[in-house]
């Protein structure tokens, strides 16, 4: 990990968040207390830092200068919240296209997907806090950069994401190998939210019953699944077909 990559010590982490620094999550000792750490944890509180407690022996990986307990990651982004992106999207004759990720977690697989996404006109692709990817180097990396120009939204809970898009009139279409309909019978021209799940597990069946369209990409050979990188690309350019068909698209 880069030196530039994180910021240890807790006077030194106060003050990153009191300097509106872009904080992915702080790694926290487990057994940490003290005055000044309550200080902090009242400023993790303040500003709603995700936060992970964690055995001395990670921290000391990261660095193994004194890090009193305490090491914040940064973001190479700034994190948006979808009440931001969409209104926005509306008020400039967008039809949105977003893509949500229910789960990934591998950096790599995130990567491949984000610069998909980009290429592929994609507005906004959306995170949950906890058990997912997050943008660090390594993704930026793998995504050719692709995630530095993309928005990513980083909500609290994927299914709270989906019901605030269909209250703006999205159409939630979930790729999972139980839809019951094949992806290309989908409409795309109309606002869309992509949903990818997690690799091992797919779909949460919370979002699964949210969706509005639940599709399926056809397998002809004997491996029983794609690639999520691949099947959200997959997915996503269906959207860039139909909408180009509809001239919705300057090619």
Request: net charge negative; hydrophobic share 45%; aromatic share 6%.
């Amino acid at each position: 990990m880069n030196k530039n990559d994180f910021i240890f010590g807790i006077r030194a982490v106060i003050e990153a968040i009191e300097s509106g620094k872009t904080i992915d999550k702080i790694l926290i000792k487990k057994d940490l207390n003290g005055e000044l750490a309550r200080e902090l944890f009242a400023k993790i509180k303040e500003y709603g830092i995700l936060t992970q407690r964690v055995p001395m022996e990670k921290l000391n990986r990261i660095t193994m200068k004194n890090h009193q307990g305490v090491v914040a990651l940064l973001s190479p982004v700034t994190y948006f919240k979808l009440e931001q992106i969409v209104p926005t999207l509306y008020e400039d004759g967008i039809v949105p296209l977003v893509v949500l990720l229910d789960g990934i977690t591998d950096t790599r697989n995130f990567g491949a997907i984000a610069r998909t996404a980009e290429c592929a006109g994609v507005n906004t692709i959306v995170i949950p806090e906890r058990n997912s990817v997050s943008v660090n180097a390594d993704a930026v990396k793998t995504s050719a950069g692709a995630l530095l120009h993309i928005p990513i939204c980083r909500e609290i809970k994927i299914i709270d994401a989906v019901r605030y898009l269909k209250e703006c009139g999205f159409n939630i279409v979930g790729a999972t190998e139980k839809g019951n309909e094949i992806y290309t019978d989908a409409d795309f021209t109309i606002p869309t939210a992509i949903v990818m799940g997690a690799e091992d597990k797919g779909i949460s069946d919370e979002v699964l019953r949210l969706c509005d369209n639940l599709t399926a990409i056809p397998l002809i050979g004997s491996i029983g699944s794609l690639n999520v990188s691949v099947a959200a690309g997959i997915m996503m350019y269906e959207a860039v077909r139909q909408r180009l068909n509809y001239n919705m698209i300057a090619e």
